[in-house]
């Protein structure tokens, strides 16, 4: 596997202290993975991925069996399961999906496979907001959008 190919269209991080971790495709795991803040798996797993705050790209050869929870995440591989992010969530055109999407903003590419429901909610944390005013109505209850792929360039 070229770790390049994965980390070439990746900005460097802005902040020196954090760490860019890497699981190559010969990692095998059965649980749960946490991440504080970048993770590039490439691997199997049967399980779980999560981070608060993190940023996740799984490369061409990973192979997700289970749910997906983080800050943003880029898929190139293979996800069976739920992803949930808290802001964007990328399908590269090699990537398969099968179960639900949640976030903030997403992007399919052409050639991406995607099978489930997805929910863009991009004004959750003004949602929150507003329904937690005293008598603030709320406009937005339980709406789920609706999405279009449209390829980039």
């Known amino acids: 596997m070229n770790l390049n190919n994965l980390t070439a ?19 095998n795991v059965k ?6 803040s970048e993770l590039i798996f490439d691997g199997k797993i049967e399980g779980e991925i999560v981070s608060d705050a993190g940023a996740l ?3 061409k050869n990973a192979n997700v069996n289970g749910e997906v929870r983080t800050k943003s995440v880029v898929v190139h591989g293979s996800v069976t399961g739920n992803i949930t992010v808290t802001e964007r ?6 990537s398969q ?9 997403i ?7 995607f099978i489930g429901k997805s929910e863009v909610t991009p004004n959750r944390a003004h949602t929150r907001a507003t329904a937690s005013s005293p008598g ?18």
């Open 107 to 113: 992007t399919i590419e052409e050639g991406a496979t």
């Open 57 to 59: 790209t799984l490369g």
């Open 31 to 36: 649980g749960t993975i946490r991440f504080e």
């Open 97 to 105: 999906l099968t179960g639900d999407l949640a976030a903030q903003r």
């Open 136 to 153: 603030a109505e709320r406009h937005e209850s339980g709406r789920k959008a609706q999405t279009t792929a449209t390829p980039e360039s």
């Open 89 to 94: 969530a990328e399908l590269k055109a090699s």
């Open 9 to 27: 269209s990746m900005p460097d991080s802005p902040n020196p202290s954090s760490s860019k971790n890497i699981l190559s495709s010969d990692v």
